[in-house]
């Protein structure tokens, strides 16, 4: 299995400001994602972090507001920029296990919630 | 496009007792795979079984096991001797195979309450 550390682990914000959230991951691993979970919601994608080239965002998410980075192969960040109330939620990263008996399985870290004021 | 449904917002069952969470799915893929994760109050995301879509054989993981029906796109799965632990919602989730390979799309999610 892979181990997926976050931080912060929660953190309430002003609105009009911007947050870095970081995941860690203890093994190298190819694709990193992005989810975020409103209140109450599903897990919904943000976008797919690759190592060494342009994170692909889903439709509704964009690049000014939800930039990422993928420096190497076992860390990312994503940042939420020029916060509102509307962006509280629980930002989750994951990963599909690079072991040839994780195959498949897609391992999350704990997530970060988010208040925004 | 593939879409996930989970029709039971809500569902409770008595210790020891067995329940079953509906899932129904759509997409044109042959080449996917299905799972079942649990999120408890802990915010953890735990994946509890996996099926891979050219399986016929139901996945079994001790107490839980799935009803996979490929034709009718469905995808249930059955708790077995429910224990107060096992209180969580469950997300039902597709993943294509290929190159898509990691993204997955999850369906709304059922809240499960184990009670005494």
């Known amino acids: 299995s892979a181990v997926i550390s976050q931080k912060p682990s929660r953190d309430i914000c002003q609105r009009g400001t911007s947050l870095t959230i970081q995941c860690q991951v203890d093994?190298?691993?190819?694709?990193m994602f992005w989810y975020r979970q409103q209140p109450g919601q599903s897990l919904t994608l943000i976008a797919t972090a690759n190592q060494g080239s342009e994170a692909t965002y889903e439709s509704g998410f964009v690049i000014d507001k939800f930039p990422i980075s993928r420096p190497n192969l076992t860390f990312s960040t994503l940042t939420v920029s020029n916060m509102s109330p509307e962006d509280s939620s629980i930002y989750l990263c994951?990963?599909?296990?690079?072991?040839?008996?994780?195959?498949?399985?897609?391992?999350f870290g704990p997530g970060t919630r988010l208040t925004v004021l | 496009a593939q879409t996930v449904t989970q029709s039971q917002p809500e569902m409770s069952v008595q210790e020891a007792e067995t329940v079953t969470l509906s899932c129904t799915y759509d997409?044109?893929?042959?080449?996917?795979?299905l799972f079942w994760y649990k999120q408890p109050p802990s915010r953890q995301m735990i994946l509890v079984i996996r099926?891979?879509?050219?399986?016929?054989q139901n996945a079994t993981e001790n107490r839980f096991s799935v009803n996979f029906q490929k034709a009718a796109k469905s995808f249930s799965l059955k708790i077995s001797d429910s224990q107060l632990g096992d209180t969580a919602m469950y997300f039902c989730?597709?993943?294509?195979?290929?190159?898509?390979?990691?993204?997955?799309?999850f369906g709304r999610g059922t809240q499960l309450t184990v009670w005494p």
């Open positions: 989730a597709f993943m294509k195979g290929g190159s898509t390979l990691g993204r997955l799309y």
């Open positions: 997409t044109s893929e042959n080449n996917y795979y």
């Open positions: 099926q891979e879509a050219y399986k016929q």
């Open positions: 093994s190298q691993v190819t694709m």
């Open positions: 994951s990963v599909v296990g690079a072991r040839e008996e994780d195959y498949n399985e897609q391992f």
